[in-house]
């Protein structure tokens, strides 16, 4: 193993243990706790990719504001849902949560393109920054929906 690779593991493992260290362990007994964290860890991670998506296609190849979100959106929904049903719930391949998943998140969307215009209406700012603006809209009705519907399959 290189020195840079060895550098990079020790630093996933310095991070994983910063966090744990953060929350108390008698909570880490709880699943329940474990999965916020890994739902978390999948958020964080497909935020950046989306707002890294987000600006390649809105300023570097010039897409409008709308079609960079939807775009954005709907790529970040596949990955969200990719990475939470494998590494979170592992709850598998189910096609009802899939379609749960792409509901609670087209909603969100439609939220989110509304918040938008109306961001586009009464702020004169940067339309990258609008767009970004829109995320913690978006995210806050997505954790609260998901965790009333979606639930990890019983594997018995």
Do not use: H
Request: charged share 10%.
């Amino acid at each position: 193993m290189t020195q840079l690779n060895q550098k990079i593991i020790f630093g996933i493992k310095r991070s994983k243990r910063a966090v744990v260290c953060i929350i108390p362990s008698f909570l880490l007994e709880y699943p329940i706790v474990k999965k916020i964290i890994g739902f978390s860890f999948v958020g964080i991670f497909v935020t950046i990719v989306g707002m890294t998506l987000t600006f390649i296609l809105l300023k570097i190849i010039g897409i409008s504001p709308y079609l960079t979100y939807f775009i954005s959106y709907f790529t970040t929904i596949l990955l969200s849902y990719y990475l939470n049903s494998r590494l979170v719930f592992k709850s598998g391949k189910s096609a009802r949560n899939l379609v749960l998943y792409y509901v609670v998140y087209g909603i969100s969307m439609l939220i989110g393109l509304a918040t938008l215009y109306i961001y586009r209406l009464l702020l004169n700012w940067d339309d990258l920054l609008l767009n970004y603006m829109v995320i913690p809209i978006t995210m806050a009705w997505n954790f609260l929906v998901s965790s009333k519907i979606l639930k990890p399959q019983n594997c018995e």
